[in-house]
Structures are given as C-alpha cells and as structure tokens.
C-alpha cells in the first residue's frame, strides 16, 4: 500500500491533515499518492523523455533537444536526484504551510466567533445552538472556523459527547486558544 505501515507516523500525518482541513476518509491515502507520483513516477518520466530523446525515440523542439543533449551524466543524475526530493519533501512542505494558514486563519477570527458565541448564549441561545448559529454567520469570513464548529456539532448531534467532540476540534484546529475555549467549556 501507499500508506506507512507504522501507526506513529500514520497519526502525526493524520493530524497534519486534519489540521490543514484534510479530513476526508481518503485524505492520508491520497496524499502518499501524491507524494509516490512526484517522487517516483514523475523523475522516471523525466528520466524516460530524456534518455528517448537522446536515443532518438522522442523527437522535441530543436531548442529543448539541445539542452538535455548538451547534459553530462552527473548533471542528469543530479538533476533527477532534485526532482526526486522535491517529489517527496514537496507535499510535506506544501502540508506544513496550509497548516500554518489554516492555523492562523483560525486564531485570528476565533476572538470574533468567541464574541459571537457570548453574545447568542446572553440572548437566550443554548451553547450547541450558539455554536450552530455562529458556524453559520461566519461561514463567509472565516470558513475553516466556521467548518470546525460545525464539525463539532454535527458530531454531538450524531451522538457523540460534547466533551470528546469539543476536544476533537481543539485537537484538529492545532489552536492554543481553542484548546484554552475547550477546556474552560469542559469545566462549566
């Protein structure tokens, strides 16, 4: 399979996902796919274009031929060993920056729905409900919150408890304030 056999790194990967709002049942399959098609498939196509059109078999514009026929051995090797590496160590770097957007998105509208959620509650709004109909306001302004409240909702009403729920989003969202919401609404 395309999937590590290891269940430590299957998790830590799971929950970059997660954190980067990849939460599809196919999200971790999917994404050593893609890391296999560029670290593998991807050189040996390279390498195929290159070593058929210096045997003959591939015929490319004049310019781009005389570019890959004026490159030695070490240069190809070197050149395949970059898109191997970029191939693999691409998706993680491309991983880790969508976390980091995601997070901050997440931190930087998080006070906002906090306000939002005070102030439905004080209204005469139940918590669930609140946190319903905040999901929905800023679903425009600040989506992958609006998707982690949702989330949390829909699971308590699937039958899963507040607090597993509440820190389930605290844990995908990777957010220190929203671990600090949780945690004060687990202890209400």
Known sequence: TFV???EKT???IQLQLAAAGLTGPHALRNFYIVRMVLGVALPLAVAGIVFGTRAGYIGLPERIDKVIGGLSQQ????GLSLIIAMGFYGPMVWLRDKTSARRREITEAFPNALDLIQISAEAGLGFDAAMIRVGNEIATTAPALSAELLTA?????????????????AQRTGVEEVTAFVNVVLQS
């Open 153 to 169: 909702q829909r699971e308590i009403l699937a039958g899963r408890s507040r607090d597993r729920a509440l820190l389930e989003m």
């Open 4 to 6: 590590p056999s290891d």
């Open 75 to 78: 240069q190809l090797v070197a």
């Open 10 to 12: 299957r998790t830590k």
